[in-house]
Nanobody, 126 residues
Framework: QVQLAESGGGLVQTGDSLRLSCAAS????????VAWFRQAPGKEREFVAA????????HYADFAKGRFTIFRDAAKTTVYLQMNNLKPEDTANYYC???????????????????WGLGTQVTVFS
């Protein structure tokens, strides 16, 4: 079992930055793939970014490239999502997800993850 707890969401203005945290516990290790997804009201949950192989391999959705960065702490137990230059369209509930059996072909799919946190709300106003 893996337990995930997100934090760091909030209410910010356009152009501001936020850093989300995902604290992982239980059966986690450097081989655990951890990802961030987001879901806005009335929309499907979508992939944001993922960290594989202890952080040595990262993947981003097109909208996240150049603005968002996913990284892990030295102990590999917390995964962060640094979000810069936030826009109103980034408003969503952000979820952390994890898997110990991840493969590259499913890294951007919700079905590729068996463990989920409860989410943290990010609201960006103009």
């Amino acid at each position: 079992q893996v337990q995930l707890a997100e934090s760091g969401g909030g209410l910010v203005q356009t152009g501001d930055s936020l850093r989300l945290s995902c604290a992982a516990s239980g059966r986690t290790g450097s081989s655990t793939t951890v990802a961030w997804f987001r879901q806005a009201p009335g929309k499907e949950r979508e992939f944001v970014a993922a960290s594989r192989r202890g952080g040595s391999s990262t993947h981003y959705a097109d909208f996240a490239k150049g603005r968002f960065t996913i990284f892990r702490d030295a102990a590999k137990t917390t995964v962060y999502l640094q979000m810069n230059n936030l826009k109103p369209e980034d408003t969503a509930n952000y979820y952390c997800a994890a898997t110990n059996t991840g493969i590259l072909s499913t890294v951007q799919l919700t079905t590729g993850y068996g463990y989920w946190g409860l989410g943290t709300q990010v609201t960006v106003f103009s």
